[in-house]
């Protein structure tokens, strides 16, 4: 992967922190529940550790694919792997990228694995972030899983913030 790619990846890291710090809102991923059903709203935050390891493919020059290694703490504890994909322009500041990471740990007491889904780009340097919990994807105690995610970057240190509703257990 060339050099640009993995500078467009980092960007798309950097682009959710400036978001945050601007107080954008909060995109939700969050459904609603089915008829009849309660759900806990929570919110979980902590650090986390990521390896990004670029894939050589050469398709062209202006495509990247990474494979994602993450590992959570705090209020998440565990471990995630994934696949993203990106594209640069000719136009600096704009690109775009795609990713999706299957966390296996312990979410706030409850244990089970569950899929995050990203969708990024810069537009001019404008950056658009929305990672959100894949419908249906949580096993275990995070059945039924809804939720959103934002990433923060602050001095090469990475954070979670999670937004998330889980059902009721009865």
């Given amino acids: 992967m060339s050099l640009r790619n993995c500078a467009i990846v980092m960007l798309f890291a950097l682009s959710s922190s400036v978001l945050a710090a601007f107080g954008a809102p909060a995109q939700s991923g969050a459904t609603q529940p089915n ?32 494979t994602i290694d993450k590992h959570f703490h705090g209020d998440l504890e565990g471990y995630s792997k994934g696949q993203m994909l990106s594209a640069a322009t000719g136009t600096k500041g704009s690109a775009g990228y795609v990713a999706i990471e299957v966390i296996s740990g312990t979410l706030n007491g409850h244990t089970g694995t569950f899929t995050l889904q990203h969708t990024g780009s810069m537009n001019r340097g404008r950056p658009s972030l929305l990672i959100t919990v894949v419908p249906d994807s949580g096993t275990g105690q995070l059945v039924g899983l809804t939720g959103s995610m934002t990433i923060n970057i602050v001095d090469g240190k990475h954070t979670y913030d999670f937004n998330y509703s889980l059902p009721e257990v009865h």
Avoid: N, W, Y
Avoid at 36 to 45: L, N, R, V, Y
């Fill in 35 to 66: 008829k009849g059903e309660m759900t806990m709203s929570m919110h979980a935050t902590g650090p986390f550790e990521v390896t990004l390891t670029p894939q050589d493919d050469k398709i062209d020059p202006t495509l990247g694919r990474m």
